[in-house]
Structures are given as C-alpha cells and as structure tokens.
C-alpha cells in the first residue's frame, strides 16, 4: 500500500478508552494550546503506553476491545503478527521500526529499528528470532533486538509478502514477475520461479497448494514442489485486496473496475469451492472490505475488516447480519494491518495514525495453544557490589574490575588532539643547602638540613585548591583585577562576580563599583531568569516600552502589565539592579508557557541541563505572540475576531503587528499545475542554513545576506492536499514577503552542533581571508 499521502498527525484520543499515561509521565502538549505559538516547536515521538482506566468485561464468545497501544505518534502500523512460539504481540511501522508487546496487557517488551527508511511490509516469527521483510532486504532478528541476518535483494525488488514453507525454507513475493527461495540455514537463494502474472502480494499455503494472489486480481493455484500452475481463479476486475483458504474454501475480497472512474471497492466477497475448482455463490457484506481472515473456532466463521474500522462476522455459506456488525475505535485513522493469533481468540489491528488495537471473545486470552515462556532482562547487578567512597583521596581504581586489553581504547583514554603533557615541576633547591653547599670541581656538597623526607616531594594540595578558588572568584573591588594575569581570558564585563553578604544583605552591597552606568541589570538569582536578556532588548525598543508603559487592563496576570512595570522600576532604579519577579510569577501562570516548555524546574537550572539557547528563541516567539494578543484585547475585541487570512488575527489593529508584523505571501504549487496562493502576517522569521554534504570536504564562503534572503523567501517541498487532485500530492511552497517590517526578528536555529560547526567554519574562512590580506605585500592599512 501507499502511505505517502496520509496525515501524520493523530486525532485527539477518548478519555475514556485510552485513560491516563503511566506514573511518572506528563503530557507534551496542552489540548486548550493555542496551535499558532507551535511554529518551531518540536514534539517527542516517543511511544507512550496508554491503558484501560477500567477493567474490561468481555461476553465470552463476542469480540471486544481488550487493550490499546501507541507506538509512535503519527506514524502508520504497517504490520502486524502475532508471535507463534510465545505470547508476544509484534508490529512493524512505516519508518522501519519494529516493537514487541507481551500479553494480554501489552506491556511493551523490545523495541528497535529494523530499516532507516523502508517501511516494515511482512513480520514472520521462528523458533529463535523474528524476520521482517521491507522492500529492498530480509533481516532477521533475536526477540531482544540484536540482528542474526540481513539478506539484500536483487536491484529493483519490491518485496511485499513472504511463506514459510517448512521449518528452514521461506518464499518471498512482490511487484516483479518471479518469487525466490531462500534456505535459512545458509541464507542464501535456493530457487527463484518464475510467474506468468507479475505482483504476487499475498501468498497462501495448505496440504495441496501454494496460494498467490496478484494484484492484478488473479489468485493461482501452484505446486508444492515444482511451484507450476495448477489452476487459477479470475477473482476481480480492478485488484485482490485480501484473500484466505481454509478446508476446501477459499474467500477473496478485493476491488472491481468501473471504467472511467477507477477502481471501486466490491462488497461481493468472491467464494471458491477447492473440490470442484469452481466459484459458488458469492457473498454480500454490508462493509467494504480490505482484509478476511477465516476464525475457525466453532464454525468456520469469515471475518472481515474495511479500512475505516469496521469489523463483520458472518459464514461463508450463508447470508451476512448486520447485527454482527462491530466498530474498532480508531478515532478518524485508517485500518493499514490486521491479523489473527494461533488460537483465535485474538484479534490485532494496526491503524495510520500509529496504535495498535487488540481484541479478544475470552477474558482470559491467550495467543497460542502451548507458548513457551519469555525471556526478560536480567535484574540490575550494580546493588551487590561493594559500596565505593569516591571522594576518598587514596581509593585504589583496582577495585574496579575491568578487562585489560591492549587492541581496543579504553572509555577514559583522551584523543592526542585534545591532551597535551603538562610534567609536574621540580621545586627550587632550599636556599639552606644553597648557602652552605661547599663546591668541588664541578660537585657541590651541603649538609642535609631535614625539612622533608628523603626521595619524596609532596604535592601541594591545599595550594592548587587555593589557586583554582581564586580563578573562580573575582576581587570583590575593580582595582585588584588588574593584578590576576589569568583571568585576561575572560573580558572585566563578562567576569561573574561573587557577591559576599553581610548581616544586611543587598543593601550592605556597593553595586556601583560594577556598574557606573544608569542602566539598570536584572538579578539572575531568580528562576526562569534565563529570559532576562531578551527583557532588556524588549525595554531598549521605546516603541514597546512606551505601549505597555501605558497597558493597564482587569486581568489579574497579564504580562503586558507586569512588564510595564517592569519597565517603570528599570527607569526609576539609575542603574541598582532590580528583580523581576512579579513578571516571572505572571510568566509562570499561562498555560501556553508552560505546555511549551518555556518554564524551568529548579533542577534544571542547577544542572544545567537546559538548553538556553532553544528555550529562548521559543520564548522570544511567545513573547511576542502573548504581547500581540494582549494588547490587541485592550484596543477592541472586534479587531481580534475579525476575520483575516492571517493566523494571527488582525495585526495591523495592534501596535505589535504594526511594529513586527510582515506581510507574506505563501504560494502552493502542486505537480499538477493548481497554484493556491494565500496571505498571512508573521512576527519572526527562523534562519535555514544551506545543506553541507558530507563527502565533499571543501569549504564554502556563504554570504550572509543571501542566507537571510533564502530563509525570509522560503521554498519547499511538502506533501499537502491538492484540491484538483483530490489527493496528498507533492507540493512546491514558496513564501514571498509584500514588505519588510519596522523591526525584524530572527531567530538563528542555532540547535545543534551542526549549525555550529556552520557559524565556526565561515569565521575561519574570514579570518584565512584577512590574515592573507593583512600579510600580502603591498597592501597598507591605516587606522583612523
């Protein structure tokens, strides 16, 4: 199937289906957030497991929801299986990932990646691992995730489906027009048939034939040995969508041709007696159907499953009811895998938007008949070793046991490049032996004055504690910084300066001897201090200090207030440092802030494990964003519900939108040649960086201007949907701005190393550039 015109995002879950997360999760994102302050902010697609809040009573014999299951956010369950030789659940999904769940329960029990890019098309379990067939190779992995094989097709294979025909021997389909064999014993191909009919999908196998069903909409008989034709039954006019035999009856659904307008999925499910090699009546369902499966329990009971979630039970011989009609609640996704456990009285479903749904007719199920027991991992160890003190000086590191080898590094060795020899110096001779050393020749001689053990010289510990203490600290007076040569480093402004308190506190403390200035700083004692810079760049822009100087609304906490405070103790203060903690507590009180992550634990900040530099650019666009709306409440509340393309309401009514707001034009053009062309209004812009190969080892001077004009005048390639197509297509987007605002704000994306190492390799093109024009002869600089 293709995956690739699917929506990523996921539908808000019923409460009462999936309850709560687990202890010691909280929820990524607020559901009353206002979705316009998520513009480059990213969501972590880590599987969360949900469950049922309330036990389930299951009517023995009726199917119903047991359990469900979020893998990933978004990404589409392609595959499905239930384990064969323990009570395992596994799936596989659209970017190549494989997870496992163990039991009734579904508590999760493994999870790896299987493929970078290909999705996961077929999952087959064996006696000592687990195979998964993408497009392009075969692997085979161990229940824990480590890999046994990986076989690699030939060039141009599309696998979709694969048959273990007996314990060591599997076959292996798809859209070419042959079917290999493989020996898992030695991995490697045995056999490769060729078929008539190209596109073998779905491969079937009981006592007396090999099954294939092509998407052509053929299914062909073959023989088990010579894997020839045998007979072959024309089921559909357009494509075979899901197919089963058991006994000697074989049920196909699929899709019929309706000329002009394509295909069109047939609610006729087409029947085939095996004694007679002939169709029977077929058999009309009140669902369009996408896959079957035959659960032989009592009866030999069809059931089939239609893309949108619904499930029906009827036999094969006989008129479907539509009172046995079931719903799978998969909130708005689509069905993409299905499959039945061993002993029927499991069923598991695989929906678009990443959850896997699991069913059961007994409250006690179980997958297979006689399952073996799984392996878990082992206890933590570290408890039963010996305690070790680490702040003792003398601990021997051989208490650590370790193997020595001498052909693998060890964790601690350090690179040649980042290591230099710093030798401990000899210390000076004791001026007691200089002066009573008697010389002979070129030997001198002096008595031993005994100030300290022979052959020993002590390490001056409590000097170098001494020595990095002063390093760490400032003199508390500007006249003494002259006198710490190591500190030059590190320019006087940017020195971080201790305070020492007193019995008064602040007050005892002279802050003029660091700031001679009247402009006033902010304390960073405080938490969330981290967005103090961007208060002083927002209090040096007089438009903004002027609008929410003279903001005065009935909220009880509204930052345009607080920060017209703010600002008001900013002028007043000739340069003593104030606090802002009364905007902070305002700050930390909107939901919005919070759900983005824009508000620190005090943990966080001790550790230093936050990173600033994405916190605040987030916080610059929220800032701006909360300041627009709050001041443009204040200016009429019929210019904030007026209706405007913008997604940020009507900016020009609001002295933020006035001042920041740039008008774009956003351009979509799909391959089809339908061009839809909006405007909006936007606060920020976010810098995008030219992509950097990683083969090609020169370096590039990029200008800095046209970075800027790339980033501003954005072009990209999305999937979006296309009116005229009536489909996802593959769109081209190109944003163009109408006119530059009063004051443009960017944020520099720089995240990760990667932007970084961008930043660092244009500096040192610079600086090659002119240090070779401040050295070429005949160049001549003067200073004015």
């Known amino acids: 199937m293709n995956f690739e015109g699917l929506d990523p995002g996921l539908g808000e879950y019923q409460a009462s289906l999936h309850g709560t997360l687990e202890a010691g999760l909280e929820p990524t994102l607020d559901p009353h957030l206002n979705p316009n302050l998520l513009q480059g902010v990213e969501l972590d697609p880590e599987g969360l497991t949900v469950t049922v809040p309330e036990p389930v009573h299951l009517m023995e014999g009726v199917f119903s929801e047991l359990h469900s299951v979020v893998s990933e956010v978004g990404i589409p369950v392609t595959a499905t299986h239930f384990d064969l030789q323990e009570e395992m659940l596994w799936m596989g999904n659209h970017r190549g990932h494989a997870t496992s769940y163990f039991g009734p329960t579904m508590g999760r029990h493994s999870s790896f990646q299987v493929h970078a890019t290909d999705d996961i098309r077929h999952v087959q379990s064996l006696e000592t691992g687990v195979l998964f067939l993408s497009k392009s190779n075969l692997k085979c992995y161990t229940r824990g995730g480590l890999v046994m094989f990986d076989y690699p097709m030939e060039e141009g294979a599309d696998m979709h489906s694969l048959l273990m025909t007996d314990n060591n021997t599997l076959l292996m389909g798809g859209l070419q027009n042959y079917v290999v064999e493989v020996d898992l014993n030695t991995v490697q191909e045995t056999q490769k048939f060729t078929v008539e009919t190209p596109g073998v999908a779905i491969m079937r196998q009981t006592s007396r034939f090999f099954f294939c069903g092509h998407t052509s909409g053929k299914v062909t008989l073959r023989d088990l040995r010579t894997f020839k034709t045998e007979n072959e039954f024309d089921a559909f006019s357009g494509s075979l969508s899901d197919f089963d035999v058991h006994g000697n009856l074989l049920a196909a659904c699929g899709f019929s041709s309706r000329g002009l307008n394509g295909l069109a999925c047939d609610r006729f499910l087409m029947v085939y007696d095996l004694r007679m090699m002939r169709a029977v009546t077929p058999l009309q369902v009140h669902v369009d159907p996408l896959f079957l499966r035959f659960i032989p329990t009592y009866t030999s009971r069809l059931v089939i499953i239609s893309q949108t979630g619904q499930c029906q039970f009827c036999e094969p011989t006989g008129l479907a009811n539509v009172a046995d009609i079931f719903h799978i609640n998969t909130v708005g996704q689509l069905l993409m895998s299905f499959d039945v456990s061993s002993s029927k009285q499991a069923l598991a479903f695989g929906d678009s938007g990443g959850c896997v749904h699991l069913w059961s007719d007994v409250p006690e199920v179980s997958f297979n008949d006689y399952s073996r027991e799984t392996d878990f991992p082992l206890p933590c160890l570290v408890d039963t070793l010996p305690q070790l003190d680490w702040n003792h000086d003398l601990l021997p590191l051989s208490l650590i046991p370790m193997p020595l080898t001498s052909t693998e590094p060890l964790l601690s060795d350090w690179p040649a490049a980042l290591s230099t020899s710093s030798p401990r110096r000899a210390p000076p001779v004791d001026p007691e032996i200089l002066r009573t050393m008697k010389t002979v020749g070129f030997i001198g001689y002096a008595p031993n004055p005994r100030t300290r053990p022979r052959n020993q010289v002590p390490y001056k510990i409590k000097d170098v504690e001494l020595d990095y203490d002063n390093y760490n600290q400032v003199p508390e007076s500007p006249i003494g910084r002259d006198e710490e040569p190591h500190l030059c480093m590190v320019p006087k402004k940017y020195r971080k300066v201790t305070i020492k308190f ?194 090609d080892k020169t370096i590039k001077e990029y200008d800095f201007a046209e970075i800027l004009k790339k980033s501003i005048c954005l072009e990209q390639n999305t999937q979006a949907w296309c009116e005229n197509c009536e489909k996802y297509q593959p769109t081209v987007q190109t944003r163009n701005i109408r006119c530059l605002p009063d004051v443009l704000v960017i944020n520099c994306e720089v995240n990760s190393a990667k932007e970084a190492e961008f930043w660092k390799v244009q500096a040192e093109v610079i600086d090659s550039q002119f240090a070779f024009l401040l050295y070429s002869p005949g160049v001549s600089f003067s200073l004015r």
């Open 502 to 695: 007193s019995k008064l506190g602040l007050e005892d403390f002279d802050f003029k001897h660091y700031n001679r200035t009247l402009f006033a700083g902010l304390e960073p004692h405080i938490p969330n201090a981290y967005c103090n810079c961007m208060i002083q760049v927002l209090y040096f822009v007089e438009p903004i200090r002027c609008l929410v100087q003279n903001h005065l609304c009935q909220k009880e906490f509204c930052l345009a207030c607080e920060l017209g405070f703010l600002f008001h103790m900013l002028d007043l203060s000739r340069g003593d440092p104030c606090q802002a903690s009364n905007f902070l507590r305002a700050f930390r009180t909107i939901p919005e802030a919070s759900a983005l992550g824009l508000i620190l634990a005090d943990s966080d900040e001790q550790t230093g494990k936050a990173k600033l530099g994405r916190l605040i650019q987030s916080w610059n666009r929220f800032i701006l964003t909360q300041l627009h709306q709050e001041t443009q409440e204040q200016e009429g509340p019929q210019a904030y519900r007026g209706a405007s393309s913008s997604s940020l309401g009507s900016s020009a009514e609001s002295v933020i939108g006035k001042l920041f707001g740039c008008e774009v034009e956003n351009s979509s053009l799909c391959r089809c040649g339908k061009e839809t062309v909006r405007s909006s209004i936007t606060l920020l812009f976010t810098m995008h960086y030219p992509e950097q190969n990683s083969q």
